[in-house]
């Protein structure tokens, strides 16, 4: 058998970590197998669906490198489909029209639960002939369940599950004004897809006892199902937006790398021994649901972070320099040249040994593209502001024109300079930073120095010469 996943998203917000981890299981789950993984927009619900919503999820899947197999299939594109299959069960004995009204409905609920009785619709139509129907409104069609035995639905990752049938009732198919109800619309788009496995959170598990009754009723094979427990907060409560359940693209834009969204998000509730670092590709070749845990997974922003930066220090320097050049320009105002672009590669590999995240990144080496005369931090212009240090820098400045250009030189002449006015390392490297990179905190100086180069390097000392000169 060919496996055949699929990813069923809303349109109706963001692409949120539950739905992008549940992408991530089934896109793993097919590649493993060497089959089909789908996409289905399933925009049924009219009043909450939206372009903007649809556009997010293709964007945030997308930003996953969760590649889908053809084209996405949109739900509300194949309601007559849907609607026909309903009919065909009428037709069949399956299903049958029910005229109750809401108004009679709650009455039914009311009197449900003031017997302490469990709500369910009790089959007033079930037996009824259809000619009885009112001719004045339309009817709903409801599916005609089993009322004995039980249904079992053998779950990859729940294992067993069962219900006794008489729990369960005939559920609408179609609504009166002729649309379909999801179930039916789930039901029928996963078998003319060809979905073999449902893989998705174990909120919709109830939902699975009503479908698998529906497949039957269609006499259509059942999918293998997969409920994967859903994703709590670091207090073991719901996951929410203050635990970090933001959308895809929120977190693209907080400086996160896919390749680091999609290790963590496979950390998630499913394991293979005490590996942590797992690459896509082993993924691939590793995934099973058989290593999907049954208790929630609980979401951590420092155990993202921290693999994020791992993810970062492995990163192509030139692929990062295209990650943090827009922000960098959105804080300049202006496009970054190509000598700006040229000192962020020559400066990457030292950077991003010590950030976490992009957005860290760009911070980090802003004063490398950054136009003269540098604009500076407070500390860095009390640094400046001291006559006697700039004096010094100068100085220092002044015996290297014909040093070679590379941080080791570049560091033992600060040394032996320092050492010369008596001084320690630091008594020259810090107005050296403020001059060079606007802050009292950048990376390695002398390795700054080498980045920026000869004309660079002296351009901005003189211009921090002219902010610490007397006037």
Same mark, same amino acid.
């Given at each position: 058998m060919s496996v055949v996943t699929r990813f069923a998203p809303s349109p109706t917000g963001f692409l949120h970590i539950g739905g992008a981890r549940t992408a991530l299981f089934n896109?793993?789950?097919?590649?493993?197998h060497g089959g089909t993984f789908m996409l289905r927009i399933e925009d049924t619900d009219r009043a909450r669906s939206t372009e903007a919503a649809v556009a997010a999820i293709f964007d945030g899947i997308k930003w996953l490198g969760l590649d889908?197999?053809?084209?996405?299939?949109?739900?509300?594109?194949?309601?007559?489909?849907?609607?026909?299959?309903?009919?065909?069960?009428? &037709?069949? $004995?399956?299903?049958?029209?029910?005229?109750?009204?809401?108004?009679?409905?709650?009455?039914?609920?009311?009197?449900?639960?003031?017997?302490?009785?469990?709500?369910?619709?009790? $089959?007033?139509?079930?037996?009824?002939d259809p000619a009885e129907g009112p001719k004045d409104r339309p009817p709903v069609v409801r599916l005609r369940a089993p009322q004995d035995g039980e249904t079992v639905i053998a779950d990859l990752v729940q294992g067993d599950v069962r219900v006794a049938n008489n729990q369960l009732d005939d559920m609408v198919l179609l609504r009166a004004d002729g649309t379909p109800t999801y179930m039916l619309s789930v039901v029928v788009d996963d078998h003319d897809m060809g979905i073999t496995h449902v893989i998705r959170g174990d909120d919709h598990l109830t939902n699975a006892f009503r479908q698998y009754q529906l497949y039957k009723?269609?006499?259509?094979?059942?999918?293998? /199902?997969?409920?994967?427990?859903?994703?709590?907060?670091?207090?073991?409560?719901?996951?929410?937006?203050?635990?970090?359940?933001?959308?895809? @693209?929120?977190?693209?834009?907080? $400086? /996160?790398?896919?390749?680091?969204?999609?290790?963590?998000?496979?950390?998630? %509730?499913?394991?293979?021994?005490?590996?942590?670092?797992?690459?896509?590709?082993?993924?691939?070749?590793? /995934?099973?649901?058989?290593?999907? %845990?049954?208790?929630?997974?609980?979401?951590?922003?420092?155990?993202?972070?921290?693999?994020? $930066?791992?993810?970062?220090?492995?990163?192509?320097?030139?692929?990062?320099?295209?990650l943090v050049v827009p922000a960098m320009e959105?804080?300049?105002?202006?496009?970054?040249?190509?000598?700006?672009?040229?000192?962020?590669?020559?400066?990457?590999?030292?950077?991003?040994?010590?950030?976490?995240?992009?957005? @860290?990144?760009?911070?980090?080496?802003?004063?490398?593209?950054?136009?003269?005369?540098? &604009?500076?931090?407070?500390?860095?212009?009390?640094?400046?502001?001291?006559?006697?240090?700039v004096a010094m820098l100068s100085e220092f400045a002044a015996g290297l024109a014909g040093a070679d250009w590379s941080k080791s030189v570049l560091e033992d002449a600060a040394r032996l300079f320092a050492e010369g006015k008596g001084q320690k390392l630091g008594k020259i490297a810090q107005p050296l930073r403020a001059a060079l990179t606007g802050s009292s905190v950048s990376p390695p100086i002398f390795e700054v120095m080498e980045v920026l180069g000869r004309a660079e390097t002296l351009g901005r000392i003189a211009d921090a010469e002219r902010v610490g000169r007397p006037s």
């Open positions: 896109w793993l789950f097919a590649r493993h889908w197999d053809g084209e996405a299939v949109f739900q509300f594109a194949r309601m007559e489909r849907h609607a026909e299959v309903a009919r065909r069960l009428v &037709a069949e $004995g399956k299903a049958y029209y029910c005229w109750c009204t809401p108004d009679e409905l709650e009455k039914i609920r009311e009197e449900q639960r003031a017997k302490g009785l469990p709500m369910r619709y009790p $089959g007033v139509w079930r037996d009824r009723a269609c006499g259509w094979d059942v999918p293998v /199902f997969a409920h994967i427990p859903l994703i709590h907060g670091p207090d073991g409560a719901k996951l929410s937006k203050r635990h970090g359940a933001l959308g895809a @693209e929120a977190y693209r834009d907080m $400086g /996160f790398l896919p390749e680091a969204m999609r290790n963590y998000l496979l950390r998630l %509730g499913w394991s293979h021994g005490d590996d942590e670092i797992i690459s896509t590709e082993q993924a691939v070749e590793w /995934f099973s649901l058989d290593h999907v %845990g049954r208790s929630p997974s609980r979401f951590d922003m420092t155990k993202l972070t921290n693999l994020n $930066g791992h993810y970062l220090r492995l990163a192509d320097d030139a692929r990062l320099v295209g959105a804080r300049l105002g202006h496009p970054v040249d190509q000598a700006g672009r040229d000192r962020l590669l020559a400066g990457m590999a030292g950077m991003k040994e010590r950030a976490k995240s992009v957005v @860290e990144l760009a911070d980090m080496g802003l004063f490398y593209v950054a136009p003269r005369p540098l &604009a500076v931090d407070d500390k860095a212009a009390k640094v400046l502001a001291d006559a006697e240090q």
